[in-house]
């Protein structure tokens, strides 16, 4: 999966030379792939919007055929094809997310490599040099004495990892008595969380369910904060950092559609299903 760190990397290395801050770089990175995916995951989260309010129709369709698999596949392409919905269209949105996060984990793991462009002998000469294995992670050898001035000998500037006083190659599960690896992780997993909380309560009002009933998802709002915590303290902290910024700019998009385009989808919605009784009530009108 690390090749895909190598088209990222032609990303995130001239901001890096531009702001000197490696932190700050998967900051704005992160925030540079949301928006440029904007129109792709509005247009996702509109057919989700669209899916959920037709939800109790689906499901009617979905009782009525239960035993007839082929009838069963056309009624609800019918349905789809009424309210312009498209099944597939939230797809492409998270093939994009898992392969930003890969070539993240490779930037992450590998900076040496596709930030300052070292070689994989420049790597191994450094490793040995340190004293380390010509295998070990990169980011394991950064906290070594004479990694910096090893760096400079070959005629390269150091990777400033420091942010904020937080050290971004440290992994929290190696440095657990040091509180400050737990801040990135912590909120990965608190926005991760929020942002299933807001989505099983858009999920209930668009489908206009029972709010005592289980919204659909709610198992697996319960398993991606867990997913998350583990993730996040078993990686380098940049990893934690890059999930909640990228957590965080989801949660503030899918207010601002929740606010301002959740409306307008319910309405036109709502008409199609006026204009669908009305159809109904003319072919009974005429049988008569």
Request: aromatic share 12%.
């Amino acid at each position: 999966m690390y090749f895909l760190a190598g088209p990222l990397s032609f990303i995130i290395r001239p901001i890096y030379n531009l702001v000197s801050n490696y932190g700050l770089t998967l900051i704005i990175v992160t925030i540079l792939i949301k928006v440029a995916t904007i129109p792709l995951t509005l247009k996702s989260q509109k057919n989700m919007a669209k899916t959920q309010m037709i939800q109790p129709e689906i499901n009617k369709i979905q009782e009525r055929y239960k035993n007839d698999r082929n009838l069963l596949a056309i009624e609800m392409q019918k349905v789809y094809k009424r309210y312009n919905v498209k099944p597939m269209a939230g797809c492409l949105p998270l093939i994009i997310q898992m392969f930003v996060l890969f070539g993240f984990i490779g930037v992450i793991y590998h900076p040496f490599e596709y930030i300052l462009q070292m070689s994989g002998k420049e790597i191994g000469d450094l490793a040995e040099a340190l004293g380390a294995s010509r295998k070990s992670q990169e980011t394991s050898l950064w906290g070594l004495n004479g990694v910096n001035e090893y760096i400079r000998s070959i005629g390269k500037t150091p990777i400033n990892f420091n942010f904020f006083g937080i050290d971004l190659t440290k992994i929290p599960s190696a440095d657990m008595y040091n509180w400050t690896v737990w801040i990135f992780p912590v909120l990965a997993t608190l926005f991760t969380y929020l942002s299933g909380v807001q989505t099983q309560m858009q999920q209930k009002q668009n489908a206009g369910t029972n709010s005592n009933a289980p919204a659909p998802g709610s198992m697996m709002m319960k398993i991606m904060p867990i997913m998350t915590g583990i993730f996040t303290i078993t990686m380098p902290i940049g990893m934690s950092l890059y999930w909640f910024v990228s957590t965080f700019f989801q949660i503030v998009q899918q207010f601002i559609m929740n606010k301002f385009v959740n409306d307008k989808i319910k309405a036109q919605v709502l008409l199609t299903m006026e204009e669908i009784k009305e159809e109904k009530a003319k072919k009974k009108k005429g049988k008569k």
